[in-house]
């Protein structure tokens, strides 16, 4: 069974970094699209970035030239760096291919405070 595990959240201030990692069992990164989604209170869940087997990137406006993708396919793993951090970043992280067709993982709450 396929399984997504994030980690790395935590509670920063505005205007910090914090680095997510997801790492995955039994899954082939290397021919997959690689994403990072987030779901805040009351929100739905959106996609925020994702990176391509040949490692080109894409992100939301909202977190455009702030957070940076990356992926090591040897180590199964993404990560998502992010800076200057706002209070609205403030949800629970999750990893999954892009589209989302695997199960989704507990999540990594980040909490921005002002």
């Known amino acids: 069974q396929v399984q997504l595990v994030e980690s790395g959240g935590g509670l920063v201030q505005a205007g910090g970094s914090l680095r997510l990692s997801c790492a995955a069992s039994?899954?082939?990164?290397?021919?997959?699209?690689m994403g990072w989604y987030r779901q805040a209170p009351g929100n739905q869940r959106e996609l925020v970035a994702h990176?391509?087997?040949?490692?080109?990137?894409n992100y939301a406006d909202s977190v455009k030239g702030r957070f940076t993708i990356s992926r090591d396919n040897a180590k199964n793993t993404v990560y998502l760096q992010m800076n200057s951090l706002k209070p609205e970043d403030t949800a629970v992280y999750y990893c999954?291919?892009?589209?989302?067709?695997?199960?989704w993982g507990q999540g990594t709450q980040v909490t921005v405070s002002s």
């Open positions: 039994r899954i082939i990164f290397s021919k997959n699209v």
């Open positions: 990176i391509t087997t040949t490692g080109l990137t």
């Open positions: 999954n291919l892009v589209p989302a067709f695997l199960s």
